[in-house]
């Protein structure tokens, strides 16, 4: 049984917006790590990056999400790179939410891209999603294409969560 179900992709693919909806139909709880982050530093991640760099951002997420994975029955999305630089513990369902960068750029305006530390180039943010894609795809128990709207990626999640017993 898992305790907790983590959603991870790369920046833009729709975690937040999934897992929002997810938590209200499964009745379960929403934590977005980028928000506690910002929340507890009292600033933007942009700003995070730009001040204390890259690394303590990083240990940021993993003492995040170790706090909260203590607790259980809950939908948690990740930032892009937290499956990549830190462990997620065991016992969640990691799903991933996958999605061609064609559809993150379409979906994201600039001024969204702009919040994003690592999406101010968008060749290296590419570079960055070739990357990143198979490292979520090892780590993940489940993968729904999200080139669909969210109300059908969270139908075929809901679908997928009940039969299996998830929570």
Same mark, same amino acid.
């Given at each position: 049984?898992? /305790?907790?179900?983590?959603?991870?992709? *790369?920046?833009?693919?729709g975690k937040t917006s999934v897992g929002k909806i997810l938590a +209200?139909?499964?009745?379960?709880? *929403?934590?977005?790590? !980028?928000?506690?982050?910002? #929340? /507890?530093?009292?600033?933007?991640?942009?700003?995070?990056?730009? =001040?204390? %760099?890259?690394?303590? *951002?990083?240990?940021?997420?993993? #003492?995040?999400?170790?706090?909260?994975?203590?607790?259980?029955?809950? $939908?948690?999305?990740? %930032? %892009?790179?937290?499956? $990549?630089? =830190? =462990?997620?513990?065991? #016992?969640?369902? &990691?799903?991933?939410?996958?999605? %061609?960068?064609? &559809?993150? @750029?379409? +979906?994201?305006?600039?001024?969204?891209?702009?919040?994003?530390?690592?999406?101010? !180039?968008?060749?290296?943010?590419?570079?960055?999603?070739?990357?990143r894609t198979h490292v979520y795809k090892e780590q993940a128990d489940?993968? &729904? !294409?999200? !080139?669909?709207?969210?109300?059908? $990626?969270?139908?075929?999640? &809901?679908?997928?969560? @009940?039969?299996? +017993?998830?929570?």
């Amino acid at each position: 049984m898992y /305790e907790n179900i983590i959603l991870i992709g *790369f920046m833009g693919c729709g975690k937040t917006s999934v897992g929002k909806i997810l938590a +209200r139909q499964l009745q379960k709880k *929403f934590k977005d790590i !980028d928000n506690i982050i910002e #929340k /507890e530093q009292k600033t933007t991640i942009t700003e995070l990056f730009k =001040s204390k %760099g890259e690394d303590y *951002f990083r240990s940021l997420e993993q #003492k995040a999400i170790n706090e909260i994975t203590q607790k259980t029955g809950q $939908i948690i999305s990740t %930032g %892009g790179g937290l499956p $990549i630089y =830190s =462990s997620i513990p065991n #016992k969640s369902l &990691v799903i991933y939410i996958e999605t %061609g960068f064609h &559809v993150i @750029l379409n +979906r994201l305006s600039q001024e969204e891209r702009d919040k994003r530390p690592l999406f101010h !180039d968008e060749k290296k943010a590419l570079a960055l999603f070739n990357e990143r894609t198979h490292v979520y795809k090892e780590q993940a128990d489940f993968c &729904v !294409d999200a !080139d669909q709207s969210i109300q059908l $990626i969270v139908h075929v999640l &809901v679908d997928y969560i @009940l039969d299996q +017993r998830v929570l």
